[in-house]
């Protein structure tokens, strides 16, 4: 990753703070701005998170970026999904609502039923209280890429009386 730097362009060790540029011995490494950097300890209380010494090894560096990056990505696709409190109010089972294996046609079939039912999707999805994009999903046969759990499956079986599981 590029870093930017205010202080000199020798780049080596116990050399300049990038960001104030203050000569300093004690830099650490703190991620400022999404850049991470070699501060002073006065510039460090500007960095997200923690922060380390020089001495701080590369796998611990590279532990803590991970870490960090799976944390954001799981805001992101938290903030994209909309309202959470569902799930902090009655919990997730994940063990409890694995997908089934399913048939090969499992899309066709749910499309096939809900016109033959005269819904739409949305109308569809509305009845069996679930949301509309998982029951895309399902008709678009990409359930398991969009992690649509098993009791919308079984939603989808009972209410349009087919068989979308092997499980069935």
């Known amino acids: 990753m590029a870093k930017y730097s205010t202080g000199s362009g020798g780049g080596g060790a116990g050399e300049s703070c990038e960001l104030c540029g203050a000569s300093e011995r004690d830099l650490r490494e703190a ?33 803590d970026r991970d870490r960090r990056a799976a944390q954001n990505a799981a805001r992101i696709h938290d903030a994209a999904q909309g309202d959470s409190t569902h ?7 994940y063990e409890g609502d694995q997908l089934p294996y399913l048939v090969r046609d499992y899309g066709r079939r749910v499309v096939e039923a809900r016109q033959e039912a005269g819904l739409q999707t949305e109308e569809l999805a509305e009845e069996i209280d ?28 009972e209410y349009l ?8």
Not at 87 to 93: P, R
């Open 130 to 157: 679930e949301d509309e994009a998982d029951v895309l999903a399902v008709e678009q046969g990409r359930a398991t890429q969009a992690n649509v759990g098993g009791s919308v499956v079984g939603k989808l079986e």
């Open 87 to 93: 799930w902090e109010e009655h919990g997730t089972d």
């Open 31 to 63: 991620t400022v701005a999404g850049a991470t950097l070699q501060v002073c300890p006065d510039c460090a209380e500007h960095g997200e998170g923690e922060t380390r010494g020089a001495s701080g090894s590369r796998d611990d560096q590279n532990r």
């Open 161 to 168: 009386d087919v068989d979308l599981s092997e499980e069935s």
